[in-house]
């Protein structure tokens, strides 16, 4: 099962910052979060990812709270473009120290003209 | 690098038939995942390799599903044989095994059963 919840959607309107939230509450210590988006039915694409420190890079930035315990993703200028659905994610390690990534049912988010 | 690659995109056949899904990794990438994604369900990971070899394959729906990575530039995802409830998107997604790195999907397979 998926280690974070989101809220099921969002509306942000044409070029204002679009502000997604994540709950990860169970979050360990080494665990990254990591936030993917899937515009239609293409495969999900990266966006960002973070330990502890807030990140960003020419996508988004992204905002891990002092605990871990919730982030929230940062598009600044939001385009039309930007409508998918986006995914947090807990990447979780697993035997052999690899790590998978577990999809939950992410945040819908429409980007309004 | 191309990035992921994924063939056929598209995939219809019968009930009953076998189907296999192809799938190239980024290269130098040694971890290989394979999921499903339904309305219903939403993206679930079947299976995934590290280094060639499955490493956990508790996501496969049942026998008639079975994945091979023979080497480090191929894995194949095989239905036989297939049921309409097989129907699906089929995305395979590479990383390197280590922490603090970003997984890469390919644009995936469509699959549907009649």
């Known amino acids: 099962d998926a280690k974070t919840t989101q809220p099921p959607s969002m509306d942000c309107a044409e070029g204002r910052a679009a502000n997604l939230p994540c709950n990860h509450s169970?979050?360990?210590?080494?665990?990254?979060v990591y936030w993917y988006r899937q515009i239609h039915s293409q495969g999900p694409q990266y966006i960002i990812h973070g330990l502890k420190n807030n990140e960003t890079n020419e996508m988004a930035s992204l905002i891990i709270t002092e605990d871990r315990k919730s982030s929230t993703l940062i598009l600044p200028h939001a385009t039309l473009r930007d409508t998918a659905v986006y995914y947090c994610?807990?990447?979780?390690?697993?035997?052999?120290?690899?790590?998978?990534?577990?999809f939950g049912k992410g945040t819908k988010l429409t980007v309004n003209p | 690098d191309a990035g992921v690659i994924q063939s056929p995109r598209h995939e219809v056949t019968e009930m009953g038939q076998e189907v296999t899904l192809r799938c190239k990794p980024i290269?130098?990438?040694?971890?290989l995942f394979w999921y499903r994604q339904t309305m219903m369900r939403g993206l679930e990971l079947l299976i995934y390799f590290n280094n060639n070899v499955p490493i956990d394959d508790s996501g496969m729906p049942e026998d008639r599903f079975s994945a091979k990575m023979p080497n480090a530039s191929f894995s194949t995802l095989k239905i036989q044989p297939s049921e309409p409830r097989d129907s699906a998107v089929y995305f395979c997604?590479?990383?390197?095994?280590?922490?603090?790195?970003?997984?890469?999907f390919g644009q995936g397979t469509r699959l549907t059963v009649v």
């Open positions: 997604a590479s990383s390197f095994n280590r922490p603090n790195t970003e997984a890469f």
């Open positions: 290269s130098g990438h040694n971890s």
């Open positions: 169970t979050i360990s210590g080494n665990e990254y």
């Open positions: 994610i807990v990447r979780e390690v697993t035997q052999g120290g690899s790590e998978k990534l577990v």
